[in-house]
T-cell receptor, first 111, second 115 residues
Framework: NAGVTQTPKFQVLKTGQSMTLQCAQD?????MYWYRQDPGMGLRLIYY???????DKGEVPNGYNVSRLNKREFSLRLESAAPSQTSVYFC??????????FGPGTRLTVT | AQSVTQPDIHITVSEGASLELRCNYS??????LFWYVQSPGQGLQLLLK??????LVQGIKGFEAEFKRSQSSFNLRKPSVHWSDAAEYFC?????????????FGKGTKLTVNP
């Protein structure tokens, strides 16, 4: 039982490049989330998906798109990366008692 | 909208000493409250949660937290800290929307444990 997995673990992009962060969970959870973590800022919600086929904006959605590919997978796409998107990105899924389970994170640097 | 304040950015305690990490929240209804811990380079792990009922909740690793509605607080405590407790701790308040829990996190408290 792997829980929540994320790929890649590390990524360096140049300004303007695009990339997709992948997330998968094997706990049969309906809701999934993408957060970014910046020093001194805690975690901020980018997008979430309450169920397969639905997505909603969180606190900081600008510059990102998401796809809920199926119940297991929820991807985050940066179409044109900017230095302000340098961050650590966490995916999470929500259990039956509303607790969230987090993946190990993707550390992204945009130069 | 809900919000969370963790007043202490950094706390240092000696191993074996007691610990209390503060958390204050703002939310219009009865909140769902959580404490998570993050070790360096890792994701977040749930320590404990409060939904309703007994205001003193027990979590993993010997941690407990007390919900005080009158003070809008949910402070985390441990009677005797171990060196392995050094990490960053996040308090979060949740609001349900369409069956999904939207969490708002505090900015975290970094705990250093001296030998």
């Amino acid at each position: 039982n792997a829980g929540v997995t994320q790929t890649p673990k590390f990524q360096v992009l140049k300004t303007g490049q695009s990339m997709t962060l992948q997330c998968a969970q094997d706990m049969n959870h309906n809701s999934m989330y993408w957060y970014r973590q910046d020093p001194g800022m805690g975690l901020r919600l980018i997008y979430y998906s309450a169920s397969e086929g639905t997505t909603d904006k969180g606190e900081v959605p600008n510059g990102y798109n998401v796809s809920r590919l199926n119940k297991r997978e929820f991807s985050l796409r940066l179409e044109s990366a900017a230095p302000s998107q340098t961050s650590v990105y966490f995916c999470a899924s929500q259990g039956l008692s509303y607790e969230q389970y987090f993946g190990p994170g993707t550390r992204l640097t945009v130069t | 909208a809900q919000s969370v304040t963790q007043p202490d950015i950094h706390i240092t305690v000696s191993e074996g000493a007691s610990l209390e990490l503060r958390c204050n929240y703002s939310y219009g209804a009865t909140p769902y409250l959580f404490w998570y811990v993050q070790s360096p380079g890792q994701g977040l792990q749930l320590l404990l949660k409060y939904f309703s009922g007994d205001t003193l909740v027990q979590g993993i690793k010997g941690f407990e937290a007390e919900f005080k509605r009158s003070q809008s607080s949910f402070n985390l405590r441990k009677p005797s800290v171990h060196w392995s407790d050094a990490a960053e701790y996040f308090c979060a308040v949740g609001a349900l929307k369409g069956g999904s829990e939207k969490l708002v996190f505090g900015k975290g408290t970094k705990l250093t444990v001296n030998p």
